[in-house]
Nanobody
Framework: QEQLVESGGGSVQPGGSLRLSCAAS????????MAWFRQPPGKEREGVAS????????IYADSVKGRFTISQDNVKNVVYLQMNSLKPEDTAMYYC??????????????????WGQGTQVTVSS
């Protein structure tokens, strides 16, 4: 059974950094894309960054370009999200997700079949 487990969240001051990890188990070749989403309190879930699994080619939301970096370790089946220059508006629950090929855009959460349990990121002074 496919499973995604996030880790690495926490509390940091503005300008700080965190690295989130998403460990994939029960991996199947049906997965083509993995992504990080976030959901601030009382708001909708939004796409943050995505990568073609085992291929690369990252893509980012405008709000995090230049600050966040998505990467993967193909041997360990882990996807990372390096977050630098964090801002209070980055505060949210962060989720890892995976999907196979479908017609939905990378940032559409409805296109993803597998989700982790989430890890909280809080940016506050």
């Amino acid at each position: 059974q496919e499973q995604l487990v996030e880790s690495g969240g926490g509390s940091v001051q503005p300008g700080g950094s965190l690295r989130l990890s998403c460990a994939a188990s029960g991996f199947t070749s049906r997965w083509t894309r993995m992504a990080w989403f976030r959901q601030p309190p009382g708001k909708e879930r939004e796409g943050v960054a995505s990568i073609f699994f085992n291929v690369g080619i990252p893509i980012y939301a405008d709000s995090v370009k230049g600050r966040f970096t998505i990467s993967q370790d193909n041997v360990k089946n882990v996807v990372y999200l390096q977050m630098n220059s964090l801002k209070p508006e980055d505060t949210a629950m962060y989720y890892c997700a995976a999907k196979g090929p479908n017609g939905r855009t990378w940032s559409d959460p409805l296109g993803y079949n597998y989700w982790g349990q989430g890890t909280q990121v809080t940016v506050s002074s």
